[in-house]
């Protein structure tokens, strides 16, 4: 293997999973970036990539050459970020990923900080819900809620969110208060619609220590978490929203909490990254800012519901 540059674009090539994309990002012509995979398969012996006239998707041997490969590229970047703290400064590029409402309320307004303190540092942030794949896609760290999408990342831990339904006292005192869950069917309720969803994302309760999803949709319905809370705020319907949104309206009044009793254990919300033997500089850094980010407690916990919590019994 005699140029670097043939990984790098190889891996470019993976990640953009078309030859002309890939070509726009590195510079060079698409013909150029054809002839450079194909001199490097034949280099190699081996057939890295399925070709069709719209599109490229790897081999089954591309697949397990483009871990090898990214990890040969962090690699370097490592050795030129361990270069580069050595004489105080860290360098490159930090691309991330974390959703909207966490992103916005929580770590936006701390970039400008981060960006002061390490100013030869560039941050590619994209605000979204979507699942992102780590070992495909050219993203460094990926903010997540619940689950991890896969085992082999590692994840750091940064807070939970509980999610609440609530509703405004004018809604309540023209509609009365749902007693169950299963009472939510006579009531307007307005569901969130996220990214990559067939369906409007189900409502989570817990009862007798086990947790359950209700599928709730009412007449106003969205995507954005903010415009659900002035609806509710307006007394419009209920909604099921995270307390980092809903926390100081229910401290002023201005939204009640409902089904206390069926609340499930917070979800937790973490930061993620591939599982290289030796993190990044740049990335470490950036993995310490987030953790300090969110304050223990979290600033949206403490409202009065904890000791009615039905908790989730676990299993092995």
Known sequence: MKDLNNIHVFVKVAEARNFTEASALLGITSSGVSRIISRFEAELGVRLFNRSTRSVSLTNDGISFLERCKQVLSMVAEAEDALFETHGSLKGTIRMTMPMGFGRRVVSSALPAFAARYPEITLEVEFSDRVVDLFYEPVDIAIVRGAVPDSRLIAKKLCTLDFIACASPEYIARHGEPATPEDLVHHHCMAYMGPQMS?????????????????VAGRVNANNAEALLDAAISGLGIVMLSTMYTAEAIRAGKLKMLLTEYIPPGTVVSATYLPNRNLSPRIRVFIDFLSRLVPSPPNWHGLPFETRRSPIATTA
């Open 199 to 215: 369906r409007h994302r189900e409502w989570t309760f817990a009862r007798n220590g086990r947790s359950f999803n209700m599928h």
